[in-house]
């Protein structure tokens, strides 16, 4: 009874458990059945920066050089009107000299490939020799042993028999040593012809290298310096530039675009054709309607603004003939929902009576203020010499800052201990490689002289044994006559390989001979180098000027007892009768500046002002440096009269009275 009824609940646990299994999978096939209710649509403001950038310019990167930061010895004038394929900029690079010395190892390798494989005739010609003697006694081992035994005494006819045997198996060896010979020489040639094409490869690298030290204009177009990420000053030619480092750019005549980037989180509410209003710093009362053109499929970071991610945004400008837009300007891009433009406009209509230029006249502050710093139009760079294989210089001495010198008066002492010991080590292994160049033409007259004799002594050997072998056959016995003509086949083969042997010889003394020379010649011009180059260490003003003194990479000033490297600027020689002021002033400001405008300038430590006019701008908009992020506009401001007091290098503060009725309307037009 208890076994039924435990069954009995069984059952009926199992039914209710099928029962709520069934009805769990119609519950949640109604619900897969159920739609989704759409998203809501949202749009809210989203802003986010941009700078303006010309659609159709050409990059200037700088090249890839066995030195960094490259330094650049050629670079086109700012503002330079460039053809597609013109030379724009060249670095330094060892190239050049690497062509040089690879092109002398390539001609020694060739001279001694030759005299190695000529060596190795002269052993193939003596194995050869060998052989052909080791056939003719063969031969003659031959005759003696074919004697009948019963003419002969048994002594000899053994003596026969083993002679021929020893010949037989000499023969194997000398045809085995030729067979090596041979191979050898193969190997030899096989083994030149790598190390030439080897060295032909190196040649075509550094050709490559120097072509590649060279950038080209990929466009016509406006030739614009980039500036450096660390310091912010303008790349120029003399000057220092990481590689792969941007120096500039080709601006070409494309449509001018806002390129901005939006934060990660704000990417939903972007769509490509998507209409913005985008405004720009430098225009107080700019305003454009933008559309955005290309959005980048994945948010990259940009370490200058913090540690987010960002979509890389192209938008498209409509022409604003009225609006000067240039390059670098930065922008302010902003998506507007329908509520808030609605709102907007409203507010727009409610305040057209206010006049802008009223707005603008408020914003003008009384005095505009930043700093700049005193340069020269013409200056010279002073850096150590370039001496291969020296990457670093101690400064011995440096004529103090701001001192006038003369035309050929030393500014700068470098040393470079290294570079003596060198020079004498060259020194003294060229003088060695001339005495052995010296005493090997004495040994190659000694064996010329005895090639010529051994060649005639082969020939006089060859007629005397054509001599015996013309004897009447019927005065000579038969084993002597057969005999006498294996001779002269001999003979006459040995006289034909002693020419051959003479003329390998005198390859192998011409490569040994030319070699040399050019060894003698590497080193020459390795002498010739480290001469110029400890010539260089001692480096003298090439004209009259002012010494102004260079920073390093930590932004300190260059002193005496400095480390430098290759190619690094120590000083400035500036000439001081070509005197401005450049400055930097921020993006914002910019527009309350016009050519021609009056400016004062107030030397430190001085309280008098210098008169002067604002001569130009710099053509694009651009980052101060990497410590400060913010965008300026380059400003040269020249001297009314040049001062007495004011030198090279000397930091000074602009300002600009915005209460003179001609400033002031010039920001307002601005």
Same mark, same amino acid.
């Given at each position: 009874?208890?076994? !039924?009824?435990?069954?009995?609940? *069984?059952?009926?646990?199992?039914?209710?458990?099928?029962?709520?299994?069934?009805?769990?999978?119609?519950?949640?096939?109604?619900?897969?059945?159920?739609?989704?209710?759409?998203?809501?649509?949202?749009?809210?403001?989203?802003?986010?920066?941009?700078?303006?950038?010309?659609?159709? +310019?050409?990059?200037?990167?700088?090249? +890839?050089?066995?030195?960094?930061?490259?330094?650049?010895?050629?670079?086109?004038?700012?503002?330079?009107?460039?053809?597609?394929?013109?030379?724009?900029?060249?670095?330094?690079?060892?190239?050049?000299?690497?062509?040089?010395?690879?092109? !002398?190892?390539?001609?020694?390798?060739?001279?001694?490939?030759?005299?190695?494989?000529?060596? !190795?005739?002269?052993?193939?010609?003596?194995?050869?020799?060998?052989?052909?003697?080791?056939?003719? =006694?063969?031969?003659?081992?031959?005759?003696?042993?074919?004697?009948?035994?019963?003419?002969?005494?048994?002594?000899?006819?053994?003596?026969?028999?083993?002679?021929?045997?020893?010949?037989?198996?000499?023969?194997?060896?000398?045809?085995?040593?030729?067979?090596?010979?041979?191979?050898?020489?193969?190997?030899?040639?096989?083994?030149?012809?790598?190390?030439?094409?080897?060295?032909?490869?190196?040649?075509?690298?550094?050709?490559?290298?120097?072509?590649?030290?060279?950038?080209?204009?990929? /466009?016509?177009?406006?030739?614009?310096?980039?500036?450096?990420?660390?310091?912010?000053?303008?790349?120029?030619?003399?000057?220092?530039?990481?590689?792969?480092?941007?120096?500039?750019?080709?601006?070409?005549?494309?449509?001018?675009?806002?390129? =901005?980037?939006?934060?990660?989180?704000?990417?939903?509410?972007?769509?490509?054709?998507?209409?913005?209003?985008?405004?720009?710093?430098?225009?107080?009362?700019?305003?454009?309607?933008?559309?955005?053109?290309?959005?980048?499929? =994945?948010?990259?970071?940009?370490?200058?603004?913090?540690?987010?991610?960002?979509?890389?945004?192209?938008?498209?400008?409509?022409?604003?003939?009225?609006?000067?837009?240039?390059?670098?300007?930065?922008?302010?891009?902003?998506?507007?929902?329908?509520?808030?433009?609605?709102?907007?406009?409203?507010?727009?209509?409610?305040?057209?009576?206010?006049?802008?230029?009223?707005?603008?006249?408020?914003?003008?502050?009384?005095?505009?203020?930043?700093?700049?710093?005193? !340069?020269?139009?013409?200056?010279?760079?002073?850096?150590?010499?370039?001496?291969?294989?020296?990457?670093?210089?101690?400064?011995?001495?440096?004529?103090?800052?701001?001192?006038?010198?003369?035309?050929?008066?030393?500014?700068?002492?470098?040393?470079?201990?290294?570079?003596?010991?060198?020079?004498?080590?060259?020194?003294?292994?060229?003088?060695?490689?001339?005495?052995?160049?010296?005493?090997? /033409?004495?040994?190659?007259?000694?064996?010329?002289?005895?090639?010529?004799?051994?060649?005639?002594?082969?020939?006089?050997?060859?007629?005397?044994?054509?001599?015996?072998?013309?004897?009447?056959?019927?005065?000579?016995?038969?084993?002597?006559?057969?005999?006498?003509?294996?001779?002269?086949?001999?003979?006459?083969?040995?006289?034909?390989?002693?020419?051959?042997?003479?003329? =390998?010889?005198?390859?192998?003394?011409?490569?040994?001979?030319?070699?040399?020379?050019?060894?003698?010649?590497?080193?020459?011009?390795?002498?010739?180098?480290?001469?110029?180059?400890?010539?260089?260490?001692?480096?003298?003003?090439?004209?009259?000027?002012?010494?102004?003194?260079?920073?390093?990479?930590?932004?300190?000033?260059?002193?005496?007892?400095?480390?430098?490297?290759?190619?690094?600027?120590?000083?400035?020689?500036?000439?001081?009768?070509?005197?401005?002021?450049?400055?930097?002033?921020?993006?914002?400001?910019?527009?309350?500046?016009?050519?021609?405008?009056?400016?004062?300038? *107030?030397?430190?430590?001085?309280?008098?002002?210098?008169?002067?006019?604002?001569?130009?701008?710099?053509?694009?908009?651009?980052?101060?440096?990497?410590?400060?992020?913010?965008?300026?506009?380059?400003?040269?401001?020249?001297?009314?009269?040049?001062?007495?007091?004011?030198?090279?290098? *000397?930091?000074?503060?602009?300002?600009?009275?915005?209460?003179?009725?001609?400033?002031?309307?010039?920001?307002?037009?601005?």
């Amino acid at each position: 009874m208890k076994i !039924l009824a435990t069954k009995k609940i *069984t059952s009926a646990v199992t039914c209710a458990l099928l029962a709520m299994m069934v009805s769990g999978t119609s519950a949640l096939a109604q619900t897969a059945q159920t739609p989704k209710s759409p998203a809501p649509t949202y749009q809210r403001m989203v802003l986010f920066n941009g700078e303006v950038q010309t659609s159709e +310019s050409f990059p200037i990167t700088v090249p +890839s050089t066995n030195m960094n930061p490259a330094t650049m010895r050629f670079f086109l004038p700012e503002g330079s009107a460039v053809k597609k394929g013109d030379v724009v900029l060249r670095v330094e690079s060892q190239a050049d000299s690497d062509v040089e010395r690879v092109e !002398l190892e390539l001609v020694q390798t060739r001279e001694r490939g030759v005299r190695e494989a000529a060596d !190795l005739e002269v052993k193939k010609i003596e194995a050869e020799r060998a052989l052909l003697t080791a056939k003719a =006694a063969l031969a003659k081992a031959k005759i003696d042993a074919a004697l009948p035994k019963s003419q002969i005494s048994a002594l000899d006819f053994d003596k026969y028999q083993a002679e021929r045997d020893r010949a037989t198996r000499d023969l194997e060896v000398k045809h085995q040593t030729f067979e090596n010979a041979q191979m050898a020489i193969q190997r030899k040639l096989e083994d030149n012809g790598l190390a030439v094409k080897r060295l032909q490869i190196q040649i075509a690298f550094a050709k490559q290298q120097v072509d590649q030290s060279e950038v080209k204009a990929g /466009r016509d177009g406006i030739l614009i310096h980039g500036y450096d990420s660390f310091t912010g000053k303008r790349l120029d030619e003399g000057g220092h530039a990481m590689t792969g480092s941007s120096a500039g750019h080709i601006m070409g005549d494309g449509q001018l675009q806002v390129v =901005a980037w939006v934060l990660e989180v704000d990417r939903p509410f972007l769509s490509v054709d998507q209409m913005v209003s985008v405004r720009f710093d430098a225009i107080s009362d700019g305003h454009l309607q933008g559309k955005v053109k290309r959005i980048s499929g =994945a948010p990259e970071p940009r370490a200058i603004w913090g540690s987010g991610k960002y979509f890389k945004v192209e938008i498209e400008l409509p022409e604003a003939k009225n609006l000067p837009l240039m390059q670098g300007m930065s922008a302010q891009i902003e998506v507007e929902n329908a509520g808030l433009t609605a709102k907007a406009s409203a507010s727009n209509v409610s305040k057209k009576n206010v006049s802008v230029s009223q707005k603008a006249a408020a914003q003008v502050p009384q005095e505009l203020s930043f700093e700049g710093e005193v !340069l020269s139009r013409q200056a010279i760079n002073i850096m150590p010499p370039m001496i291969q294989r020296v990457w670093m210089y101690n400064l011995v001495m440096l004529v103090p800052e701001g001192s006038k010198v003369a035309q050929d008066q030393p500014v700068a002492i470098f040393e470079a201990n290294e570079v003596k010991t060198r020079l004498e080590a060259n020194r003294s292994a060229m003088k060695e490689k001339e005495r052995s160049l010296e005493k090997i /033409r004495l040994d190659h007259a000694e064996a010329e002289k005895a090639s010529t004799l051994f060649v005639s002594e082969a020939k006089s050997n060859a007629e005397k044994a054509a001599r015996k072998a013309g004897l009447p056959k019927e005065l000579v016995k038969r084993i002597d006559y057969e005999k006498f003509v294996i001779e002269r086949e001999l003979f006459e083969k040995l006289a034909k390989l002693a020419e051959q042997q003479r003329d =390998a010889q005198s390859r192998s003394r011409v490569a040994e001979y030319r070699g040399l020379q050019s060894e003698i010649a590497t080193l020459k011009q390795g002498v010739g180098l480290l001469e110029k180059g400890i010539r260089g260490l001692t480096v003298k003003a090439p004209r009259a000027g002012t010494i102004i003194h260079s920073t390093n990479y930590e932004g300190e000033k260059i002193t005496n007892g400095s480390k430098v490297y290759m190619g690094m600027k120590v000083a400035t020689l500036a000439d001081p009768e070509k005197l401005y002021v450049f400055a930097k002033i921020p993006e914002a400001q910019s527009s309350l500046l016009k050519v021609g405008q009056a400016v004062a300038i *107030t030397v430190p430590g001085s309280s008098d002002m210098v008169p002067a006019k604002v001569k130009s701008f710099g053509v694009i908009y651009h980052g101060k440096s990497s410590s400060e992020p913010v965008i300026v506009r380059d400003v040269e401001i020249e001297f009314d009269q040049f001062p007495k007091q004011v030198k090279p290098g *000397t930091a000074v503060q602009i300002k600009v009275n915005m209460s003179v009725n001609g400033n002031k309307q010039a920001g307002v037009k601005a």
